[in-house]
């Protein structure tokens, strides 16, 4: 990469002709950067689709595997939908109150020193591997008690709570400080002014970010490895015992041997893949909804 | 002038209710905080029987041996293959994403500009471990049967470019995947560099008649120089952090191997591959202390990512914006 800007020897018009190529081919590679990537996402997720879509039924949904299978017997993945449901609800119930709290702290109290340390941890702990988590509540909370739910959904919370806090922030400060003017100009104590004046304005903003923290960590599978992953076949709802989960469910059954586990994997892959794409694509049309929304009432 | 009178009787009525909003506030960010030293913590408490037994030998001992009574553990062969799948799946990734990146910013017509940026951001969106799924069941295949020999026969002089791999799980495999993983990171923070790029700047360099790709080498990329490094560093970092996907991929060889097509491991994918326990006390204590190594090694990264970010946004008085938020 060219560092030194522009001097008066590139701009000869005696070597347009050649400067002309040297750019007609530049704008074919990044024409061609742009295929490959969009290439790359068609390709994943048409695989995924096309395995995913035959084998996908109501037994995926409603049936527990049978452990010890012989021959095409009916079984499904309704263990990893109900974990998932369950370790990916609490870990959203532990994270959205706290990452708010932080948010609210930030940008609303915390001196510029204390705002700036705290913004870090929440960097470092976004950039805590998936897989580092999963050690550390292994280390914190299985170690001597076993998997369980609640390992599981904090361990998420871990990988959530960035994330909330964050998006969080950014809405905070989108709120114009001549609102917070007039609400503490009329003699409003500034904890009311920030939760009833302020955090309403940011209410569209919060469930956007939240649910894009929801689909960014029910597709993890590294922080569940160590915390809830050694499991039955049996459906369970309580976090007391450890949780199957979706994206362990098709990291398991990528590995076997067998290819009806290998169908099963392809049809929870496009499950998943729906879902997120989903929450996904609601949380962007919130979030343009919500900001066109904030600038007309100003 | 003369004091402030009455509205001040209701302020100091709800101070408490600041001083407990404060309070329950600065809490949660302390909560924040506390996590992190945890982290820390656990990680090198739990690994301190390996630290204790090997040392800082440990880091780079190529050898894996669970066998009781023999037992011997370094990380030497993770970290080079963590090395070998993150930095090339960099090198090949950057070239791309830089290049997504000026297509998105300079020369996609409108119609095309929303879309593809949109569908950039979903393959960031897609799980690790159903990109992993794919790369065992479809990529790795293809690759074995496909692009291994024949780069085998062109350039099997090299030798990177060793005998095909007969699962299709290799090196090569985990590199592509991780290539596919960190080409939306880089390219969407890239986008928002060159987004940030003052209209001046190129509206100048295209008035002294330069033509696009001048002005893209001649003041584009030297504007935001600074964070694509840093967005190179994040990606970097993202590389060496995956576990799940190249777990799946690389096949768990232990060993120094040269040879691009032949099997691997790295420090996140051989913790991830033991998930189902270890046997001894040590064995465990050793994967944790590979955890540590991790943590130290993507935690430098992101701490130079930041480094860099507040370095330029100081130089250039605007904000470059996403810390590690990618």
């Not at chain 1, 979030?287 to 009432?297: C, D, P, Y």
């Not at chain 2, 996140?268 to 202390?289: H, M």
Request: net charge positive.
């Amino acid at each position: 990469m060219s560092t030194h800007g522009i001097t008066r020897a590139d701009l000869q018009l005696v070597h347009l002709p050649r400067r002309r190529r040297i750019n007609r081919a530049m704008e074919l590679l990044a024409w061609l950067a742009a295929t490959i990537a969009v290439a790359a996402l068609v390709v994943v997720v048409w695989s995924v689709a096309k395995r995913g879509a035959p084998a996908l039924n109501l037994d995926l949904l409603t049936r527990a595997p049978v452990a010890f299978a012989l021959g095409p017997v009916k079984q499904g993945l309704a263990n990893a939908f109900a974990g998932s449901l369950v370790l990916v609800g609490l870990a959203t119930l532990m994270t959205v109150p706290v990452g708010i709290l932080i948010a609210v702290y930030l940008t609303e109290y915390a001196r510029p020193s204390i705002r700036s340390a705290v913004s870090l941890a929440l960097d470092v702990l976004n950039g805590v591997p998936a897989i580092v988590i999963a050690i550390f509540v292994f280390g914190l909370l299985v170690v001597g008690h076993g998997q369980s739910g609640w390992a599981g959904s904090f361990a998420l919370a871990c990988l959530m709570l960035p994330l909330v806090a964050r998006s969080t922030m950014e809405v905070l400060l989108l709120v114009p400080v001549s609102l917070r003017e007039a609400s503490l100009g009329l003699g409003v104590p500034r904890w009311r002014t920030t939760l009833s004046i302020v955090l309403p304005q940011t209410l569209g903003g919060i469930v956007t970010g939240t649910v894009l923290a929801v689909a960014r960590v029910a597709g993890e599978t590294a922080p569940l490895l160590f915390t809830s992953s050694i499991v039955g076949t049996q459906v369970g709802w309580s976090p007391n015992h450890a949780l199957q989960s979706i994206p362990v469910a098709i990291y398991e059954l990528s590995e076997s041997a067998d290819p009806a586990d290998h169908a099963r994997a392809w049809a929870a892959a496009t499950v998943l893949l729906v879902f997120i794409l989903l929450t996904s694509l609601t949380a962007r049309w919130l979030a343009t909804r919500g900001r066109r929304r904030l600038s007309t009432s100003r | 002038m003369s004091a402030v009178p009455a509205p001040r009787l209701t302020a100091r009525r709800f101070r408490a209710g600041d001083a407990a909003l404060q309070l329950v506030a600065g809490a949660a960010a302390l909560a924040a905080c506390v996590v992190v030293a945890l982290i820390v913590w656990k990680v090198v408490d739990g690994s301190l029987p390996s630290i204790h037994a090997y040392g800082i030998r440990f880091v780079w001992r190529v050898a894996w041996n669970p066998v009781l009574g023999h037992e011997l553990y370094g990380a030497g062969s993770f970290l080079f293959g963590t090395a070998v799948t993150s930095l090339v799946a960099l090198l090949t990734a950057a070239p791309l994403a830089i290049g997504v990146a000026l297509f998105l910013t300079e020369l996609a017509p409108r119609f095309l500009r929303g879309a593809v940026t949109a569908l950039v951001e979903t393959l960031a969106a897609i799980p690790s471990v159903v990109i992993g799924l794919w790369g065992i069941l479809v990529l790795g295949p293809v690759l074995r049967d496909d692009v291994e020999p024949a780069l085998h026969t062109a350039l099997g002089f090299i030798p990177l470019f060793g005998p095909a791999s007969a699962s299709g799980s290799s090196v090569f495999t985990a590199i592509v995947v991780l290539t596919i993983m960190i080409l939306p990171i880089v390219s969407s923070i890239s986008r928002e560099l060159f987004l940030g790029v003052p209209r001046e700047l190129r509206e100048g360099a295209l008035a002294l008649g330069t033509t696009r790709w001048e002005m893209v080498r001649g003041v584009v990329l030297p504007y935001a120089r600074g964070g694509i490094a840093a967005a190179l560093i994040l990606g970097l970092g993202r590389a060496i952090g995956e576990a799940i996907a190249v777990s799946q991929v690389i096949g768990g060889v232990v060993g120094i191997h040269w040879s691009l097509f032949s099997g691997g491991d790295t420090l996140g994918s051989k913790i991830a591959e033991s998930y189902q326990g270890g046997t001894t006390k040590l064995q465990v204590a050793s994967l944790i202390y590979l955890g540590l190594v991790l943590l130290v090694f993507s935690l430098s990264m992101n701490l130079a990512a930041q480094w860099i970010v507040r370095r330029v946004a100081r130089r250039q008085g605007v904000g470059t914006n996403r810390g590690g938020l990618a």
